[in-house]
């Protein structure tokens, strides 16, 4: 089982960014998937989750709200996040991760597979 996260970069405030998280060896339709962040001296954070495809639900911790959408592509078995209205306090790595789940995600559930990360970078 593998997730690869990808789609990071600098960008400047107000600025977009999409991140892509491919699953393989996982059908990620059968399970929550979350967006984690870590900002240098700061705790992981929980930014959003989707829900398996049966229970399709979403969840955005309020920071991200109105700027952030989570979605998924079955047929590419990705995990998206878009990220519109980018600002400074944005940049940290973010994760991807994945747990098998089949009802309404959260980001406090015990994540069992990780991805490597991908650094944003918010310049002001």
């Known amino acids: 089982v593998q997730l690869q996260a990808s789609g990071g970069g600098l960008v400047r405030t107000g600025g977009s960014l999409r991140l892509s998280c491919v699953g393989s060896g996982i059908e990620l339709n059968y399970y929550a998937t979350a967006w984690f962040r870590q900002a240098p001296g700061k705790e992981r954070e929980g930014v959003s989750c989707?829900?398996?495809?049966?229970?399709?639900?979403?969840f955005y911790v309020d920071s991200v709200k109105g700027r952030f959408t989570i979605s998924r592509d079955n047929a590419k078995n990705t995990v998206y996040l878009q990220m519109n209205s980018l600002k400074p306090e944005d940049t940290a790595v973010y994760y991807c991760?994945?747990?098998?789940?089949?009802?309404?995600?959260?980001?406090?559930?015990?994540?069992?597979?990780w991805g490597q990360g991908t650094q944003v970078t918010v310049s002001s």
């Open positions: 991760a994945a747990v098998p789940y089949l009802m309404s995600c959260g980001v406090n559930l015990d994540y069992r597979w």
């Open positions: 989707i829900s398996s495809t049966n229970v399709d639900t979403t």
